[in-house]
């Protein structure tokens, strides 16, 4: 498994984040099919809908709201979009799960019909009522080159 950017979104998704800078989201899945598969649902729904499972542990909800960032690099001719890392604040204890991909979206509209998957990563993690953060990607939530 690795990170990627969902077919649907690839040359579109710098442009989703400058036109509605705080309409992404994150969600963590708990089971997840292959890349390979993931790279090819074109909304949230149809992605819940396959053989993924969103996270449900104790304190759980999706990150919304967040506030992207565009980096223009004209040295390398590239850009890169990133956000900021996300807490889960006491995650997990009563009810745990073991999380295996964190899965960024661009919400065009308030049901998961209309919110479009940008990127998915590798995020290894079993709650147990500590905090939980996650940092998207190192080098940025995606870059368009």
Not at 91 to 118: C, F, H, M, Q
Request: aromatic share 6%.
């Amino acid at each position: 498994m690795a990170d990627g950017v969902f077919n649907i979104s690839k040359g579109a998704f710098v442009e989703k984040v400058r036109d509605g800078a705080t309409a992404l989201g994150l969600l963590l899945l708990k089971v997840v099919e292959a890349d390979d598969t993931l790279n090819n649902y074109d909304t949230l729904a149809l992605l819940l809908a396959g053989a993924n499972t969103e996270c449900d542990f104790t304190n759980y909800a999706r990150k919304t709201g967040i506030t992207g960032t565009i980096t223009v690099d004209d040295t390398n001719n590239r850009v890169d979009v990133d956000i900021p890392d996300q807490t889960w604040t006491s995650a997990g204890g009563a009810g745990n799960n073991t999380i295996v991909k964190l899965v960024t979206y661009y919400e065009e509209s308030a049901a998961d019909s209309g919110r479009v998957p940008i990127s998915y990563h590798d995020f290894s993690a079993t709650t147990d009522g500590s905090d939980l953060t996650a940092q998207v990607n190192a080098s940025g939530l995606a870059r368009a080159a």
